[in-house]
């Protein structure tokens, strides 16, 4: 009897294809993240270009079924064409949001998740200069900010611990004097430690 299971073990070994992957996702497991990107459209170094790009970190902790909670902090910055300059908009948010895995593949390497975040923080104006090179006042006010983002994130393991990331999020933010909406796309890495 030994010997039949035996065999028929190997013979199942050598009869399926594919290969032994480590346990991904599973509820409690936690990872940090890195991202960077693009904020409103390309951002090129003209004058006369109004986007901006974006970096930030966070923890995510995995729930049941590939959810998970995404708690982070994030700097955004955006530009608005004055005459020959540009002036500088700078966010910094705080976010904690709960993503929602609405596809994956069966061997667990490729997920796309849809997420909703709260977001509070501070935008500043130029640095909080007031007055701008040629005499002339800035109105927009230093200010608190808060509101929300949606996300869509395709995330895909590069190895058991290393995730290569794409993102797209669309973020509303109230009590800012420079707009409410701004779309951003990029990339990061997460990496599981635990």
């Given at each position: 009897?030994?010997?039949?299971?035996?065999?028929?073990?190997?013979?199942?070994?050598?009869?399926?294809?594919?290969?032994?992957?480590a346990q991904r996702c599973l509820p409690g497991m936690r990872s940090i993240q890195v991202t960077?990107?693009?904020?409103?459209?390309?951002?090129?170094?003209?004058?006369?270009?109004?986007?901006?790009?974006?970096?930030?970190?966070?923890?995510?902790?995995?729930?049941?079924?590939?959810?998970k909670w995404v708690f982070g902090a994030e700097y955004l910055e955006r530009y608005y064409p004055?005459?020959?300059?540009?002036?500088?908009?700078?966010?910094?948010?705080?976010?904690?949001?709960?993503?929602?895995?609405?596809?994956?593949?069966?061997?667990?390497?490729?997920?796309?998740?849809?997420?909703?975040?709260?977001?509070?923080?501070?935008?500043?104006?130029?640095?909080?200069?007031?007055?701008?090179?040629?005499?002339?006042?800035?109105?927009?006010?230093?200010?608190?900010?808060?509101?929300?983002?949606?996300?869509?994130?395709?995330?895909?393991?590069?190895?058991?611990?290393?995730?290569?990331?794409?993102?797209?999020?669309?973020?509303?933010?109230?009590?800012?004097?420079?707009?409410?909406?701004?779309?951003?796309?990029?990339?990061?890495?997460?990496?599981?430690?635990?």
């Amino acid at each position: 009897m030994k010997r039949i299971t035996i065999i028929l073990t190997l013979a199942l070994c050598f009869a399926l294809p594919g290969g032994a992957y480590a346990q991904r996702c599973l509820p409690g497991m936690r990872s940090i993240q890195v991202t960077g990107g693009m904020a409103d459209g390309i951002y090129s170094s003209a004058t006369q270009n109004e986007t901006g790009y974006y970096f930030g970190a966070s923890m995510a902790t995995y729930a049941k079924n590939c959810n998970k909670w995404v708690f982070g902090a994030e700097y955004l910055e955006r530009y608005y064409p004055y005459k020959d300059s540009r002036i500088p908009v700078a966010q910094f948010t705080g976010e904690g949001g709960y993503f929602l895995n609405i596809l994956a593949d069966g061997s667990k390497t490729f997920f796309l998740s849809l997420g909703g975040s709260a977001l509070a923080g501070y935008e500043t104006s130029n640095w909080g200069e007031k007055t701008l090179y040629d005499g002339s006042a800035l109105r927009n006010k230093d200010a608190f900010i808060y509101g929300g983002a949606i996300t869509l994130e395709i995330e895909t393991y590069l190895t058991d611990r290393v995730i290569l990331l794409i993102t797209g999020r669309e973020r509303v933010l109230w009590g800012n004097s420079t707009g409410r909406f701004h779309t951003q796309f990029g990339v990061g890495l997460r990496f599981m430690v635990d």
